[in-house]
Structures are given as C-alpha cells and as structure tokens.
C-alpha cells in the first residue's frame, strides 16, 4: 500500500535524527545548557529601558521569597488571517517560568491569544507547557473557544482552487496530558481530548457541505459533531526551551481513540507522530543563533466515522504552525504527512535581531485511492526580534509563499 511506503519512507528520513539523539554526549551537552549567559545579550526590555530610562526593574515578577521568577512577553499586532478571513487583530502573552531547579528543570510556559476580526471570527486560544521539578512530570493543556468561519477545499492533494468554500462553526476545544519520566528524557502518560464543532454550515447560496466535500461524516447542515476520547502518549525530548528549542531533539507519539461512552458522535481513532530535530551549527557560542531546525509530522485516521472537522488537515497540527506559506486548511485528507527545514542565524552579536529561512512540503492522500500523489511545496523568510532575553523569546515575523498565495505572519516564539 501506498500508506506502507510513506511510512517507511518517513521512518528512513528520520533514522539519522533518532540515531543523533541516542548519542550520550549530545544529550549530556544539551542537559548542561539549562542556563545560557545573556551577558552582552539584548532585549526589546532593554531597548526601552536604554530609550526611556524608566526607575522600574525589569519585568522579572516575584513569586516569593526564593526570588521565583515569571517572564513575561507581549505582542499586539494585526495580521492576515488564513483561509481568507481578512484582517485580525490579536494580542498574544506568553509567561515562562520554573517550576523546579533551573539546572535540573525545563523552563514551563503558558500563551494567551485572543484574536478577533471584522469579518465575524473570534478566539480565545489559551495553552500550557508545563514541567514540574526535576522533570518528573510533563502536563500539557490546550483550550480554546473558537467561532470560526473558514474557507474548505474538500478532500485530497489535487482540490482546485474553484472549489474553495466557505463553511461557518463554533469549535470548542479542551486537550489535556499527564506524563510521566520513565528514562532520562522519555516520557510515557495518558490524556483526554475533546472536540466539539457547533452549527457546521455552508453559506445559503453554496452547496452543502457533504455534497461539495463527498464526505458523510460531520458535513450535514447545521450539524454539530462531538468528539470525546482519550489519548496514549509517549514523548522523548532533549529540549529545554519549546518557545526557542536550543540543540536537541523532540519525537512525540499520540494515540487517540473516541467513544459513544464518552459522549462521541461516532467512534473513531488516530494516531500523530511528530518528529523535531535541532542541530548548533556553531557550538562554540551557544549564545548565538547559528542553527538548522528539521521538523516532520505523520497525521493519519485509523478508522471510519472520523468528522470531517477532525480530519488531518495542513495548519491544523497541535500548535498550528504548519503551512507557512499555504493557506490553513487548503489541504485535508484522512492521512497527511509535513516535513520542514529551516535555517535560524543571529544578525547582531548581542542577539536582538536575527533572521530565518524556510521550506516545507504537504501532502495529503486522495480520498478514492488512498495515495499521496500530490506534493506542494512552500517556502519564505522572517525575522526574529528578542523581546525577552531571560527566555529566549523572539517576535517572529514570518513571509511565507507558495503557487498563488503568500501570507505574513506574526508570532511569540518560533514555528517548531
């Protein structure tokens, strides 16, 4: 089968990053990079305080007397939205922090984005990464309340563009997963998920959603579609930093299984693997971007009943950051597989600007054979401007373009 040799074609391709990343040195050296020097190192907060000369400190918060520390990063902009929905505003904060020994613990997140637009769609995104000291326990949360008018293309690699339509819903949203360490680095925990997609329409003068996508699950008019399931994780991270990821390696492995006993419209199943690598170019100064970041991911549905919402789809993957350079949802399948290289390089020496440069590839099978023969190509540049030094964390301005689209877009942190 075609599904066949996709998989062992990507198991091949990531062979060389999985073999990297047994190597003891490697992940001794990546282990005693907790703690970067930022001597030298510059900020946006230090731009200010250069410009302004405020009396106040910097936007270190105590948390008690263990002199704890939150920091935080803000970011209000207006971006393009994907899929056609115009122009957006959308205020984004991340707050890092430590949760246990800094030399012995990752560094924790948690990001608010609320967006809004003047063509009716609305967010409130809210996420979690979260370790706990000494890395002994992983918790990662996503919720998100969404109404969401969203141009579909329907199914398969070869869509034309004729065939884009608009279809409106309310996406609730609510994943959670607890793991725990079972080796250095290896995590292994469980998780429940939940999607729920809200009055699913066409526009009165565009065909349904079923007869346009020739797909009966979750697609009826004014349908709502409920999934509830749970989910087997197993995750190997070397990283320490997921909002600007330092030499290492991520591979995530997710296995979701919906049930009528968990209020599922229908039963279905899923299984996600997602595979990071980051390799220092320069490793005699770590405190400077000189990296090569390769990303892929495996999305695919074991079963039928999967709603048509809930289907692999490119920019839908956990963090939705895939696609740069295509349209969200311009591609969806019942299997999709995503690879992405990217150059990241320092521009000044105190670390303030630097730049990226990336390429990606999307395919998704055809719904009638199950093949992937479709292949779409994107690619781009951005920079990346320091606004918090203590966390690593860049204002990402992303150009992306692929054959008869481009987009620009905004971000805390990097894509992967």
């Known amino acids: 089968m075609a599904l066949n040799k996709l998989l062992i074609l990507w198991i091949l391709l990531l062979a060389p990053a999985l073999l990297v990343a047994q190597d003891t040195s490697t992940i001794v050296s990546t282990f005693k990079q907790k703690n970067i020097d930022t001597t030298g190192q510059k900020d946006l907060i230090d731009v200010f305080r250069t410009v302004f000369k405020p009396k106040t400190k910097r936007n270190d918060i105590k948390l008690d007397q263990k002199e704890d520390k939150v920091y935080f990063s803000f970011l209000p902009t207006a971006s393009a939205l994907p899929s056609g929905g115009g122009k957006m505003f959308v205020t984004s904060t991340t707050a890092s922090f430590y949760m246990g020994n800094e030399q012995t613990t990752n560094i924790s997140n948690i990001s608010f984005t609320p967006y809004f637009n003047l063509n009716g769609r609305f967010g409130l995104p809210l996420r979690s990464s979260v370790w706990l000291n000494d890395n002994k326990w992983y918790i990662a949360g996503d919720t998100r309340f969404l109404v969401y008018p969203q141009d579909t293309w329907g199914l398969g690699g070869g869509t034309p563009e004729s ?9 609730i949203r609510f994943y959670q997963s607890l793991l725990r360490r079972i080796k250095p680095y290896f995590f292994a925990g469980v998780g429940y998920n939940l999607d729920y997609h809200m009055r699913i329409k066409t526009n009165h003068d565009a065909p349904e959603l079923d007869d346009a996508s020739g797909y009966i699950f979750g697609t009826a008019q004014g349908q709502n579609s ?14 320490n930093n997921s909002i600007n990821p330092l030499p290492g390696c991520y591979a995530n492995l997710v296995y979701r299984y919906n049930s009528t006993l968990l209020g599922s419209t229908r039963p279905w199943s899923s299984l996600y693997a997602d595979v990071r690598k980051y390799i220092a170019l320069d490793e005699t100064k770590p405190s400077r971007q000189n990296t090569l970041a390769f990303w892929t991911y495996f999305w695919t549905t074991l079963d039928r009943g999967t709603p048509y919402l809930s289907l692999p789809a490119v920019g839908w993957d956990f963090y939705n950051t895939s696609g740069r350079g295509l349209e969200q949802n311009r591609y969806r399948g019942q299997a999709l597989w995503y690879t992405e ?69 905004f971000g805390l942190g990097e894509a992967f």
Do not use: C, W
């Not at 395919?363 to 690593?392: C, M, W």
């Open 163 to 171: 065939a884009r339509m608009r279809v409106d819903y309310k996406y």
């Open 226 to 239: 409920f999934s509830s399931g749970v989910t087997l994780n197993l995750l190997y991270d070397t990283r």
């Open 341 to 409: 290289a990217e150059y990241r390089r320092s521009i000044t020496r105190n670390g303030l600007l630097g730049f990226v440069l990336f390429a990606n590839v999307t395919t998704v099978n055809e719904p009638d054979t199950r093949q992937f023969n479709y292949f779409h190509p994107a690619a781009g540049g951005g920079l990346r401007i320091k606004v918090n030094k203590a966390s690593n964390t860049n204002i990402a301005i992303d150009y992306g373009m692929s054959k008869g689209f481009s987009s620009i877009r």
